[in-house]
């Protein structure tokens, strides 16, 4: 939808390339994304009506918010460095997954973006659970398949937060696989419902493939709340690596 209003404001076909790519119905506050313009496209972001002194792309950002329906909105538009790649440049990708254990639900403010659980969760033993997946692991497991992708990953934050009846996961990597968040948080609800052990999640690393035991998370809890990159000096060198196919 972005393409289609960039392409009709550009007046050229315009494709973007996002920093991650998420399962359908999940949600990003912190969504990054760089495309390709043509320098002789470039005066169509701009109105008649611009005012001197003004950021550059304010035009710009407007008439994206009437091309583009309400769920959608684009916080800022600036020239990248040249070296830069919203996907391949980025060192690390934050997550938060909410999870509501009142007994009615979610009230309809959040119910879009937190997942109505129907137990009480052992928060604790998913704490101590998802201190086992920190650190560089084939995440095989958890993740669906894809063919000539890997599956190791460097999950750098996997920790858990109660405010009454609010459960949070703040969930961190270099990179996710298909599926991976919701299939983390997933196993651990197992674990907070005492329908495993802590050390179970630990066991499932030994995985070769996706497992069978337990199921993803449901998408509307999941939302992309931040990607982080290095210095523009470092971001060649960043995409070079990242785009190295890991083997461990």
């Known amino acids: 939808m972005l393409d289609a ?45 611009a005012r001197p002194g003004q950021p550059e792309f304010r035009p710009l950002l407007r008439r994206l918010g009437r091309f583009l329906p309400s769920d959608i909105r684009v916080l800022d538009i600036a020239r990248a460095p040249a070296d830069f790649d919203a996907r391949f440049s980025a060192l690390r990708r934050h997550y938060v997954y909410r999870l509501s254990t009142a007994p009615y639900g979610v009230v309809p403010q959040l119910a879009r973006y937190v997942t109505a659980w129907p137990r009480d969760l052992d928060v604790e033993a998913m704490a101590v659970a998802s201190r086992d997946l920190l650190g560089l692991h084939d995440f095989a497991a958890f993740c669906r398949h894809r063919d ?10 996997l920790d858990w937060a109660r405010d009454g009846v609010l459960v949070t996961a703040h969930v961190t990597a270099d990179a996710f696989c298909w599926s991976m968040v919701r ?54 060198l960043r995409a070079s690596t990242t785009r190295d196919l890991r083997s461990r």
């Open 5 to 49: 209003a960039l392409t009709t404001i550009f007046r050229t076909p315009i494709r973007l390339r996002a920093a991650g790519r998420t399962d359908a119905g999940v949600h990003a506050s912190g969504q990054v994304a760089h495309a390709d313009v043509p320098i002789d496209a470039l005066p169509n972001a701009y109105s008649y009506s």
């Open 148 to 157: 000539g992708a890997t599956t190791i990953r460097d999950l750098q934050r």
């Open 183 to 236: 299939s983390l948080v997933g196993a651990l609800l197992a674990v907070g419902d005492h329908r495993r052990s802590t050390s179970w999640c630990r066991e499932l690393l030994t995985a070769t493939g996706r497992s069978s035991d337990f199921a993803a998370a449901p998408a509307h809890g999941l939302t992309l709340v931040q990607v982080d990159y290095p210095p523009d000096d470092q971001l060649a």
